[in-house]
């Protein structure tokens, strides 16, 4: 079946950092991917997006690259500031369009 | 601008209690979802709905209920509490169309079941 795997938290790093996140996916076909993004007591937010392979999303700084061959959607940022400080969750969209979901990532940023 | 808006923030439940978790969103979306999410888990989908007065099952909808009367609003019902139904409840939406569109998520709802 579908599966997400990140890889494990919490991810401690200091300001100005370069942060990797890493994520693969098992899947049938070619599913878009997503990274969310979780603030401190608030609900998920689209973070990125790529529907195709070779896509890259970016925003706010973040970049992830869709690679086919490794079956992989790693999230990047070359600067990480405290208040990128957050759980980071890494999806797929099945056949049946639904969201499958990594078990997220913490990202601690300390100053 | 609201968004999705989920009720209550917190709640302490004893075992073979019922309540319902309320969720209302104000951006019109046809889409609606029902995860939990357990520590060091991703969420899981226990229920969904196309529109109004459709549901369908997700991944784990044993113990759960819902209902779509209104496209506005999407009450998740736990009939009777077990303490492996002690989760953050999220709530989300999605307009219709490309399926590719951002789901928008409430804040939660942190149930415990003692």
């Known amino acids: 079946g579908n599966s997400v795997t990140q890889m494990e938290g919490p991810v401690t790093l200091s300001e100005e950092a370069f942060l990797t996140i890493n994520c693969t996916y098992t899947?049938?076909?070619?599913?878009?991917l997503f990274w969310y993004v979780q603030y401190p007591g608030e609900g998920l937010q689209l973070l990125l997006k790529?529907?195709?392979a070779d896509d890259k999303g970016s925003n706010k700084g973040f970049e992830a690259t869709y690679r086919k061959e490794t079956t992989s959607f790693h999230l990047e940022k070359g600067s990480v500031q405290v208040s990128d400080s957050a759980v980071y969750f890494c999806?797929?969209?099945?056949?049946?369009?639904?969201?499958?979901w990594g078990a997220g990532t913490k990202l601690i940023i300390k100053p | 601008n609201a968004g999705v808006t989920q009720t209550p923030k917190f709640r302490i439940l004893k075992i073979g209690q019922s309540m319902t978790l309320q969720c209302t969103q104000d951006?019109?979306?046809?889409?609606m979802y029902w995860y939990r999410q357990d520590p060091g888990m991703g969420l899981k989908l226990i229920y969904y709905?196309?529109?109004?007065?459709?549901?369908d099952k997700g991944e784990v909808p044993n113990g759960y209920n819902v209902s779509r009367s209104t496209t506005e609003d999407f009450p998740l019902r736990l009939e009777l509490a077990a303490p492996s139904q002690t989760s953050v409840y999220f709530c989300?939406?999605?307009?219709?169309?490309?399926?590719?569109?951002?789901?928008?998520f409430g804040d939660g709802t942190r149930l415990s079941i003692l």
């Open positions: 709905s196309v529109g109004a007065g459709i549901t």
């Open positions: 899947a049938t076909g070619y599913p878009s």
């Open positions: 999806a797929l969209r099945d056949s049946n369009y639904q969201l499958i």
């Open positions: 951006m019109n979306h046809n889409y």
């Open positions: 989300a939406s999605r307009p219709p169309g490309d399926s590719n569109q951002p789901q928008h």
């Open positions: 790529a529907t195709k």
